[in-house]
Each structure stands twice: as C-alpha cells, then as structure tokens.
C-alpha cells in the first residue's frame, strides 16, 4: 500500500508539472479549459508536495531504527 501510494503521488505530481510547464511555456493559457486545468494542477502541486514529504516522514520516523529509539531504550531501561 505504501509503495503504490508513493507511485500515484508521484505520477499525480509529474502530471501536474506537464500542465504547470504548458501554461507558462506553451499554449494552454490560450485554450480556458486547459488555462483552468493549468491553476488546478498549481494548487494540486503544492498539496501534493506536503501531502508526499507528511506520508515519508511518517514512514521514516515509524519504522526507522534511528538514534532517537536508542536513546529512548536507554531511558526507559536506566532512567536518565
């Protein structure tokens, strides 16, 4: 679940850039549907980018074997 989940992210958020990158560089602020498609992916880009760095860190603190473990093992084991 995890994995798919970060795929769709990314595919979601490469999509997006591809509207992003046509409406400034290319024609699609010339066409109204695609000029809309364009501010939707905008804003969708930024949710996105926090939604996908939320999700990573989730993940890394949950299941990461970091230092902070370690210290609180020591804690819990010998008290401060």
């Not at 992210?9 to 364009?38: C, H, Q």
């Not at 939707?40 to 990573?56: D, K, M, P, R, S």
């Not at 093992?73 to 008290?79: A, D, K, L, N, P």
């Amino acid at each position: 679940m995890g994995l798919a989940f970060i795929i769709i992210i990314r595919i979601l958020f490469v999509t997006s850039m591809v509207f992003i990158i046509g409406y400034i560089f290319g024609g699609f602020s010339k066409r109204p549907a695609l000029g809309t498609m364009s501010k939707v992916a905008a804003i969708l880009v930024i949710v996105l980018f926090i939604a996908t760095n939320v999700f990573l860190m989730r993940f890394a603190f949950g299941h990461g074997n970091g230092c902070f473990r370690d210290h609180q093992q020591q804690i819990e084991r010998y008290g401060r």
